[in-house]
């Protein structure tokens, strides 16, 4: 089966930066497109960044200039560098990904999530 892992989360102050790190593995043919989603508690889920196969990118306005999404697609891995970091970018960060597996079907998956959280 597919699995995506996330990592990089963790407390940080407010101006710092962190990188995190999303891993697919599994039964995987084609990557079409993966993505950063983030839920700040007592909030809705919300987009923050996203990259196709082809490379293109698309950010929310509020982390634009700040954060940068990039992809390796040798070890089917998506960052997110996350510079000048907000206490208003505290949130539980999620990768999701666009996948054919090598059996023929394409569906979305969901990693567990990685906490940020950033301190004034």
């Known amino acids: 089966q597919v699995q995506l892992m996330e990592s990089g989360g963790g407390l940080v102050q407010a101006g710092g930066s962190l990188t995190l790190s999303c891993a697919a593995s599994?039964?995987?043919?084609?990557?079409?497109?993966m993505g950063w989603y983030r839920r700040a508690p007592g909030k809705q889920r919300e987009s923050v960044a996203a990259?196709?196969?082809?490379?293109?990118?698309n950010y929310a306005d509020s982390v634009k200039d700040r954060f940068t999404i990039s992809r390796d697609s040798v070890k089917n891995t998506v960052y997110l560098q996350m510079n000048s970091l907000k206490p208003e970018d505290t949130a539980v960060y999620y990768c999701?990904?666009?996948?054919?597996?090598?059996?023929?079907?394409?569906?979305?998956?969901w990693g567990q999530g990685t906490a940020v959280t950033v301190s004034s």
């Open positions: 599994g039964s995987i043919f084609t990557i079409n497109a």
């Open positions: 990259i196709t196969s082809g490379g293109s990118t």
């Open positions: 999701n990904a666009d996948i054919r597996t090598t059996w023929g079907r394409r569906d979305d998956y």
